[in-house]
């Protein structure tokens, strides 16, 4: 595995590929890899030749009060475990190659980037939209692979790939959990082991709704109501948000 570090090396590598009419993957992450992000590698891998991994940790997504500082980073470790999957490159660019000196351009996906995540974390898309638009860019891949745990993020990239005819297709991949339903993230590192335990509640609160849907409950209303009373019964939890929306319009629905 060869480790990029600058923009312009990183083009070369892709245009190379591109002339050898290879298909190119590429799986964005910001780093502190675990089985979720090792899940679109392997089915990047399964489909392109070669795979990118590129590892950023993009302050352009993270509000003021945000952990931008804190964000787990663990470049060596990171590259071992991607060097042991057979990953062809690691795109591991700083932030003075990603946003230069000067740099004042970005795109924002109109109304859905400001509804439920983009409500409690302002301007969180706009940073999600520029910087994959120019990993897309810079690694020209023919697809691009991202999990369905965000979901939003997924919906929103999709609707940026039409609009502005991008050259690469998103593919979205199924979440990875933990045996007790907690989603994995890389952001798990930050919970003490009550915040750990409590953390399960997302997942039960989903199962709950899940659960009365199968039974024939369709009142979003009751839905929501069901899931409220399991997140409030943990204290440890403070909810943003909790809605059911249409998974195209991310709109509420009644029913
Ligand atoms: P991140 O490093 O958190 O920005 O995530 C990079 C990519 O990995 C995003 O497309 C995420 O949706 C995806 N991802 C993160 N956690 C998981 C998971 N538990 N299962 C599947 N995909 C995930």
């Known amino acids: 595995m060869e480790t990029i570090y600058t923009v312009e090396w990183m083009k070369q590598v892709a245009r190379q590929a591109r002339v050898e009419a290879r298909l190119v993957g590429l799986v964005p992450t910001m780093g502190a890899l675990h089985e979720g992000h090792l899940s679109l590698v392997r089915a990047a891998q399964k489909q392109c030749s070669p795979v990118v991994v590129s590892i950023f940790v993009n302050p352009a ?22 060097e042991k999957l057979g990953v062809d490159y690691l795109f591991a660019p700083t932030v003075a190659e990603m ?12 109304g859905m980037s400001s509804v439920l995540e983009g409500r409690s974390r302002p301007g969180h898309f706009r940073g999600v939209t520029t910087v994959v638009l120019k990993l ?18 997924a919906r929103i990239l999709r609707q940026m790939t039409a609009d502005l005819n991008l050259d690469t297709e998103a593919v979205v991949c199924p979440i990875v959990r933990e045996p007790d339903g907690l989603a994995l993230s890389s952001r798990n590192a930050y919970l003490n082991p009550d915040e750990r335990r409590a953390a399960t ?15 024939g409950e369709r009142d979003t209303l009751h839905l929501l109501a069901a899931m409220r009373k399991l997140l409030d019964a943990e204290p440890l939890a403070s909810v943003d948000y909790v809605e059911i929306v249409d998974a195209d319009t991310l709109e509420p629905v009644t029913r």
Do not use: C, M, N, W
Not at 61 to 82: I, S
Not at 99 to 110: A, D, L, M
Not at 136 to 153: C, L, N, S, T, W
């Open 201 to 215: 509640v997302l997942h039960r609160a989903l199962r709950a709704a899940e659960k009365k849907i199968a039974a």
């Open 61 to 82: 997504q993270f509000g003021p009060k945000e952990d931008l500082e804190k964000y787990p980073r663990q470049l060596e470790a990171d590259r071992e475990v991607l």
């Open 136 to 153: 897309f860019e810079i690694v020209q891949p023919h697809f691009a692979y991202f999990g369905r745990k965000d979901a939003q993020q």
């Open 99 to 110: 946003y230069p000196h000067g740099f004042r351009t970005y795109v924002s996906v109109e």
